[in-house]
């Protein structure tokens, strides 16, 4: 059985840029230098995910988890139609 990558080498490798503060509000202000590497805008819609252990978040652009979800639909068709 073949393997489909579903991350290129560039999404595979991490990046922490800094720490932000909570606001009286639930508001928090991503660094600017995570706005620009990451292409964030005022209007852009992010997905907001925990994980199982609720300890932390994770911010995805939506449309980047889109095509992440549209890659691996694709990936499952490959697979089936080799079957």
Known sequence: MRSV???SED???????GTVKVGD???VVIPSSARKDLNIKPGDLLLVMAGR???GIAM??????REFADRIIHGLEEI???K
């Open 80 to 82: 089936n139609e080799e």
């Open 25 to 27: 509000r639930g508001q």
């Open 5 to 7: 990558s579903l991350l």
């Open 53 to 55: 252990n609720k300890r």
């Open 60 to 65: 995805v652009k939506a449309d980047a988890m």
């Open 11 to 17: 999404q595979q490798a991490g990046k922490i840029y």
